[in-house]
């Protein structure tokens, strides 16, 4: 069993950094296993000073769709350490990677990085209940981890993309409230926007798998929780959504399904699949070889992704308490402050809601 676990971690770090490696394969079973795994991440993570590891292909993908220029890389980061600099209200991680992540995930605008950084921020400190004690030893938000509800899997699908599985019901509504159940999850997605360096460039798609939803779980998707995560993750986070895939989905799916549609860009809309019960018509938006055993695949086993995960907060848990000093400090923000009304209210969004 040890040998067994052992092998899965390192096909899992030659996954996420594969040194000289090209695009990562989507197939785990072919990845090859970089001898620096974890020391990639130590080097330019701890240093400050971002070391680029990604392989030719990678570097050009970033220059095509992300417009980043690599001889000019150090100054744009540069540019928005020092406009952070000028921010007083503004409790920024000002490191090179963490900076390079949200210039990627702007497209190296300047401007819109600056936004995107102040929003993250801003989000952060307008929502405690998801951002602050994240401890993964906590006992409740264990027990939600060990539920795996939230699983990044091994590898990458046929385009370089990450894919994370949404498990939605396997947390039993009348414990778990859905803040509970987001905390915990972030520290997971977290954890990985952190670590995975490609998910930033070629992006990713989720799965999310609805067996065994209730009336409770739906109820637990209120307008304004739906409206707080899809703008913290749509204009907060750095990232590339590429696809929302939603399986197993009950009769009343549709009614809730709105709630989270009218809150959506509408390029995102474009990206959503629902395919019901009908695996064949998930393989052909995420292969086959990407999923774990229990959805027909070959990419490990819930138990083991789980297994990971676990182990990755927990490595990382001096991080995630640490994080939780950053943020912002409205009273002293330029001009007019923010209100979380201005950020997560739901008025005029909702009134152009239409539930059949």
């Known amino acids: ?42 080097v330019f993570k701890m240093s400050g000073e971002y070391v680029c590891k990604l392989s030719p292909e990678l570097i050009q993908r970033a220059k095509d769709e992300l417009n980043e220029d690599p001889e000019r890389r150090a100054a744009d980061i540069q540019h928005i350490r020092d406009w952070l600099k000028k921010q007083p209200h503004i409790k920024a991680r000002t490191d090179d990677w963490t900076i390079l992540r949200f210039l990627r995930g702007c497209k190296f605008s300047l401007e819109k990085t600056k936004q995107k950084i102040d929003m993250f921020y801003t989000c952060k400190s307008m929502c405690p209940e998801w951002y602050t004690n994240r401890d993964p030893q906590d006992k409740k938000l264990r027990a939600i981890l060990e539920m795996g509800e939230f699983l990044p899997l091994p590898g990458y699908d046929h385009q370089g993309r990450k894919v994370v599985l949404i498990r939605t019901a396997v947390h039993d509504p009348k414990e778990y409230s859905m803040e509970d159940v987001f905390k915990a999850t972030h520290l997971i997605s977290d954890v990985m926007i952190e670590e995975d360096e490609q998910c930033g460039i070629t992006g990713f798609s989720q799965v999310l798998d609805l067996k065994g939803v209730t009336a409770a779980h ?22 590339r959504p590429k696809g929302l895939n939603y399986i197993n989905t009950p009769a009343a799916f549709d009614t809730v399904f709105n709630i989270f ?96």
């Open 261 to 356: 549609k009218s809150f959506m860009k509408e390029k995102m809309k474009k990206r959503v699949h629902i395919h019901g019960s009908d695996l064949e018509s998930l393989y052909k938006q995420v292969p086959k070889e990407c999923l774990p055993v229990e959805y027909g695949g070959t990419n490990g086993t819930i138990e083991e992704i789980k297994d990971y995960w676990l182990k990755r907060v927990d490595a990382r848990r001096d991080w995630l308490l640490e994080d939780e000093k950053y943020g912002v400090d409205e009273s002293k923000r330029p001009g007019k402050p923010k209100t979380t009304a201005d950020l997560f209210g739901i008025e005029g969004s909702f009134r152009k809601l239409n539930i059949d």
């Open 1 to 42: 069993m040890h040998n067994k676990y052992a092998k899965f971690h390192k096909l899992w770090f030659s996954a996420f950094f594969g040194g000289n490696s090209s695009l990562c394969l989507p197939l785990c079973c072919d990845l090859r296993v970089g001898k620096q795994a974890g020391l990639i991440l130590r």
């Open 218 to 239: 739906g109820m637990q998707m209120t307008p304004a929780l739906v409206k707080k995560a899809m703008t913290i993750w749509q204009e907060g986070y750095p990232m």
